[in-house]
Every structure is written in C-alpha cells, then in structure tokens.
C-alpha cells in the first residue's frame, strides 16, 4: 500500500483509508462484530487511515473504533473524525465551547486524550470564512485537546477559502468519475498550500461499483433510499448528486472504460485507483460493510498507473453525460 504525508498534519498514511459512516448508520445495519471485522480487515490490508464522524450512528462508529484500537497497542492508524452537526447548523453554533464539548465526547468514544484530526463536519460557508471559528480550532491545538484540523466541505468555494487559512492541515472533497471539479479547482491550490486532501464518496455511494442494476432496492435506512433528493442533507452525498437512472448509464461506460485499461481488475478496483492516482490526494476513503470489500477496496493502492487514455475517457464520459444536465451549478 503507497503511503502519503496527510498534508500540515505531517502523518503518513495510506493512499486508500476507511471510511466509517457506514459501521455508525444510514447504510443499513452493520452488527458490532461486523463493524470490528471490516476494521481489521482493512490493517490488515494495509490501510492505516480512518475517517469517522461523532453523528455516525451518534458515536457508535467511533466506540467501535476506539474499542478496536485498544486491543491494537502500538498501532500507527491515524484517526480524523468530525465535528459540527450535533447542533442547528447555524454560525452562532461554532463556538469554542460547544467545540470542547463535542471534542469530549468524541476523546472519550475514542479513548484518547488529543484526537489525530478533526473536521468541521460539512458547515455553511459563513463558517467556512469566520476567523472567529479558525481562532477556536487554534485554541483547542494549542490545549492539546487536537493535534491538527481540517475541514470536510462540498463545494469547492469553501474548499478554496479553507485552504487559504495557515493552519487548516486538510480538505476532504467529494472526488470520483462522476464529479470532477475539485481536480480543476481545488486539487493543485492544495498541493501548492502543503494542505493534504481527503477523498471521500470515491465510488458514487456504490454506483462506480459495478453492481447495481435498475433492479436494485435498498434499505428503508439506507440514504440511498430517502436522500436521494437532497431533503435530508446535501444530495451530492447521495450517488454524488448523480440521478439513478443517468447515473447506471454512466456506470455502465465506466465499466467498460475500466475493463479496457485494467483488464479482469474488478471496477470498484479501477474506480478507488483513479481517484488515488490523481496528483494531491493523500488519501481515498471508502467505505466497506463487509471484510471482503475491505481487501479489494485496499488493492486499489497499489494498481499500476491507469494511463493516459483511461484518464481522458472518464473526462470525455463526464463532459458527455454528467456535466451540463447533472450539474448544472458547476
């Protein structure tokens, strides 16, 4: 597995890592033991970065983690979790105090004193410029409550503004096939601030898999199923704000795409592999609910460069397909 410096954190970490939104909720139900399964699987593999939120499952991804750890003594897994979505998500809400409590009660789901990284959880764009916010996050780096800071953001505006402050370590962007701004926008402005870029939704929540058809159904809980329109939060989390029916067509051209360049490598293999091939990212994170997606997501970190031509069809099948009716707003 190639390892990469985790931008102004200064921390070496996997090129593919794990995210865990799915061992807390909103993707079904995964059992502790299964949760704990994906977890050592994933080392196992190689992966020594994970990604979690103190809302996934309202702690229960981090406990699971955290629990994890212990048992792991003398590990080197980094741990970023999240923070900013336990109140109304309002300016006058990212405030130091309510910081240090949720930082609390994330150190104690964790079981440590000072958390690897933390991430402003997807907050408005008057967070995202407030200098009063930066100042706070300063604060608690300086208690030693965190080691570092960064934002996880959706539109590359406020990526844009957050890479513009000294201190912020990361970026976590939506990143895959389907949506390509961040690497014009946002990936070398990255690079050349020394800030490391987390990239998270790299499968289209399982459209770049390959396995879904129009047959498909999910879970009532699974977001797939109720977020689809955005109503419950931002609808590029959900099949990255693809349309299902477009999105298929879509995946089904990528596949092909895939099969040419890396012939009898599994799509989701080919998929995780392009975004960690793209100059600035410093770790993909995926999720997994079982062991066995856990390894294949991992072999993604060490597939051979994808190539030239692979990289201008996938730009030709999202100015084709994606661009202009899917995401007008760009």
């Not at 939104?21 to 909103?26: H, I, K, N, V």
């Not at 309202?58 to 923070?83: W, Y």
């Not at 800030?195 to 390959?210: D, E, H, M």
């Amino acid at each position: 597995m190639e390892q990469r410096t985790l931008g102004r954190t200064g921390r070496t970490v996997s090129v593919i890592g794990l995210g865990t939104w799915q061992l807390g909720a909103d993707w079904g139900d995964v059992s502790v033991e299964d949760a704990t399964a994906v977890l050592a699987a994933s080392v196992d593999a190689g992966v020594t970065f994970f990604d979690t939120a103190d809302v996934y499952g309202d702690g229960r991804s981090e406990s699971v983690i955290g629990a994890f750890l212990r048992e792991r003594p003398g590990h080197d897994i980094t741990v970023a979790t999240k923070m900013g979505r336990r109140a109304e998500q309002l300016r006058e809400n990212y405030v130091l105090a309510n910081f240090r409590e949720w930082t609390d009660r994330s150190r104690k789901n964790l079981g440590v004193d000072t958390l690897d990284l933390v991430q402003l959880h997807c907050p408005p764009s008057d967070v995202v410029t407030s200098d009063e916010v930066y100042d706070a996050l300063d604060t608690l780096v300086a208690d030693g409550v965190m080691a570092a800071y960064g934002l996880s953001v959706e539109t590359s505006e406020q990526a844009l503004a957050a890479i513009a402050r000294p201190h912020v370590a990361t970026i976590q962007i939506i990143l895959n096939a389907f949506r390509l701004k961040p690497l014009d926008a946002v990936l070398g402005a990255a690079a050349d601030a020394g800030v490391g870029i987390i990239a998270r939704v790299p499968l289209a929540s399982g459209l770049l898999s390959g396995k879904y058809t129009a047959a498909t159904r999910f879970a009532a809980d699974d977001h797939r199923s109720y977020n689809r329109d955005g109503s419950h939060f931002d609808v590029g989390e959900t099949f990255s704000g693809v349309d299902w029916e477009t999105g298929l067509a879509a995946a089904a051209e990528f596949a092909a795409l895939a099969e040419t360049a890396a012939p009898g490598v599994p799509v989701a293999e080919v998929a995780l592999a392009w975004v960690a091939q793209q100059p600035g990212v410093s770790s993909v994170i995926p999720g997994a609910r079982s062991p066995q997606q856990a390894v294949a997501n991992a072999a993604a970190g060490s597939l051979p460069p994808l190539g030239d031509e692979f990289f201008s069809g996938v730009r030709a099948l999202y100015d084709a397909r994606l661009r202009a009716d899917i995401h007008p707003r760009w």
